[in-house]
């Protein structure tokens, strides 16, 4: 066996407590398939409090860019997150000092994966992230090298378990979103601001990481349509059941004539397509390729040992020596992102208003949207859960009813532009909801 591969770890919080649990329990086979030790050499954590896990004889560091330059480590672990701060200036070090890195910091590579891949070129060492992207479900690489031989159409998956369990619920149990939202803080999914969950942002940064790796271009988080799942209700769920849909908060990489589509929002999917299976906190990655055809891989996209998990992968790669580009090619040659115009979607729609209750307000709706050339696949009117019932049943005035109706293909500008219309003409009581119905 050749001398061992030395580790120093900075954050020693769920990832990193299973990444030192992985590296005990499986230390022989760890070697064995590398044919050199993996040793903890160094940690740097914020305190040195007892996390209940074999730290062995590692060197402590209060200062993780220290532990990232020193002589003593070979591979600098990252596992303190966020897009700035000492996470990136160690990250930053370690690979100008030519320390290998792994590293689970979705934000920082959404952020600046270019140019960190980049520095990482200059001083010949890999830069690794499987965990960065949907946890425990290999995507990176599969990306990155088994799919290297094909041209990557579509990119798309439930990239944050939080949003689908919440999802999952409401579909489920019939829970409304506060009460959904509710129970995923009580089980420690969602984040004390869950914004950053629900809002769609990190599926945004881990879409950014896909699509430069599906299709060779510089990471691009800002040139991205995000939506969240905020403004999903039960009736949506419930109508969107009715339909034979599931809905879920997809991220999706599309390539189209024009340019790339990257989009983050709720989308209706299949009933009977494998992605609307998947439900609770699992994540999947979907991957439309040219020679392989469609794959789909599903499985935990967050907690401690999957994404351990993921990040022990790494590190295993570098013990054995094998580096391929961060993104796939070398970072010179990655294209500039070409934003594909969100206006020219193509697609049908799901869209639901609370309609009027009055003579003549659905003609006009339709006029709206015949005026648009968006044309409807089906339309069905709710009855108010307070309505008369029989032949004598009247509209109570200023009444209004859920209306739902599915379009046939049309363009995103035309369908926003026939909501716009129809809820300036009144016949509406609140913003129409809209909901992209996505061709798998
Ligand atoms: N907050 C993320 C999720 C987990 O809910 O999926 C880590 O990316």
Redesign the pocket.
Same mark, same amino acid.
């Given at each position: 066996m050749t001398s061992p591969l030395r580790l120093g770890v900075a954050g020693l919080g769920t990832v990193g407590c299973g990444l030192v649990r992985l590296l005990r329990q499986n230390a022989e086979q760890l070697a064995d398939s590398t044919n050199r030790p993996i040793e903890l050499a160094a940690v740097s954590a914020r305190s040195r409090k007892d996390r209940g896990v074999d730290l062995g004889n590692a060197v402590w560091f209060d200062d993780a860019v220290k532990m990232a330059v020193d002589p003593g480590i070979d591979v600098f672990v990252e596992l303190i997150g966020g897009d700035a701060g000492v996470a990136k200036e160690a990250v930053e070090a370690a690979l100008r000092a030519g320390k290998h890195v792994v590293t689970a910091n979705?934000a920082l590579l959404a952020r600046h994966g270019t140019d960190l891949a980049k520095l990482s070129e200059k001083t010949n060492v890999s830069l690794n992230f499987e965990a960065a992207v949907a946890?425990g479900i290999p995507v990176i690489k599969t990306l990155r090298e088994s799919l290297c031989g094909n041209q990557i159409r579509r990119v798309y998956g439930i990239l944050?378990?939080?949003c689908n369990f919440i999802l999952t619920r409401m579909q489920q149990d019939k829970r409304s979103f506060a009460e959904a939202l509710k129970e995923a803080q009580a089980l420690g999914?969602a984040?004390a601001d869950p914004t950053f +969950?629900v809002g769609g942002f +990190?599926t945004a940064h881990k879409l950014a990481i896909l699509t430069s790796l599906a299709f060779g271009t510089r990471v691009a988080v800002d040139q991205m349509h995000i939506e969240g799942i905020e403004s999903i209700t039960q009736e949506d769920i419930e109508s969107a059941d009715d339909l034979d849909y599931r809905i879920k908060l997809l991220g999706v990489a599309l390539l189209t004539e024009s340019g790339i589509e990257q989009r983050v929002h709720p989308a209706m999917v299949p009933k009977d397509s494998a992605i609307a299976e998947v439900s609770g906190v699992t994540n999947a990655v979907a991957i439309d390729g040219d020679f392989v055809g469609n794959l789909l891989l599903a499985g935990a996209?967050?907690g401690s040992h999957a994404t351990a998990s993921s990040v022990a992968s790494d590190i295993i790669d570098i013990a054995r020596g094998g580096r391929a580009p961060a993104f796939g090619v070398p970072a010179g040659k990655l294209k500039p992102y070409k934003r594909a115009k969100l206006g020219q979607h193509q697609g049908a729609y799901y869209v639901r208003l609370n309609v009027f209750d009055r003579p003549g307000a659905l003609a006009k709706i339709a006029g709206r949207m015949g005026e648009r050339e968006v044309s409807l696949e089906s339309i069905v009117q709710r009855r108010p859960p307070d309505a008369q019932v029989g032949i004598a049943a009247k509209p109570k005035p200023g009444s209004d009813t859920p209306v739902v109706m599915i379009t046939h293909e049309t363009t995103e500008q035309a369908i926003r532009g026939a909501l716009e219309a129809i809820y300036k003409d009144g016949t509406v009581s609140e913003k129409p909801q809209m909901i992209r119905i996505e061709e798998l």
């Open positions: 979705k946890g944050n378990g939080t999914y984040e +969950d +990190d996209g967050a």
